[in-house]
């Protein structure tokens, strides 16, 4: 059974995560959409996983940002500020969010 707490802090945090992400630019409208399902998964399957989840997006974020001018020039089709679609965040999120989904389902089913 699904504790409640898990799952209202895995929704609030999802939901804070992909909206902030959205409005700055980091994400796609489709990617936030993503990435609300991948930190529902992660963060109900654990804190720790949420929390490493957080981490990674906020850290990603602001490296993808470094020498931004730099790749404009050097690379075809460089989206400024890193906007990641549904795509990127399957490919970098995708197995993290399914050890997540494997842990929750093994210890929190009753």
Same mark, same amino acid.
């Given at each position: 059974m #699904?504790? +409640?707490? +898990?799952?209202?802090? !895995? /929704? *609030? &945090? $999802? =939901?804070?995560?992909? #909206?902030? *992400? +959205?409005r700055k630019r980091s994400l796609s409208a489709d990617g936030? @959409? &993503?990435a609300f399902v991948v930190g529902v998964v992660s963060?109900? @399957?654990? #804190?720790?996983f949420g929390l =490493? /989840?957080? $981490?990674?997006f906020l850290g990603s974020s602001r490296v993808t940002k470094i020498g931004a001018e730099r790749k404009k020039k050097i690379e075809d089709g460089h989206q400024v500020g890193g %906007?990641? %679609?549904?795509?990127?965040? $399957? !490919? %970098? *999120?995708?197995l993290g969010t /399914? &050890?997540?989904a494997v842990y929750w389902w093994r210890t929190r089913r009753a």
């Open positions: #699904v504790e +409640y707490g +898990y799952l209202a802090f !895995a /929704l *609030g &945090l $999802a =939901t804070a995560m992909s #909206v902030r *992400g +959205y936030a @959409a &993503l963060c109900a @399957a654990s #804190v720790r =490493t /989840l957080i $981490a990674f %906007n990641r %679609n549904w795509v990127q965040v $399957a !490919a %970098n *999120g995708g /399914l &050890l997540a």
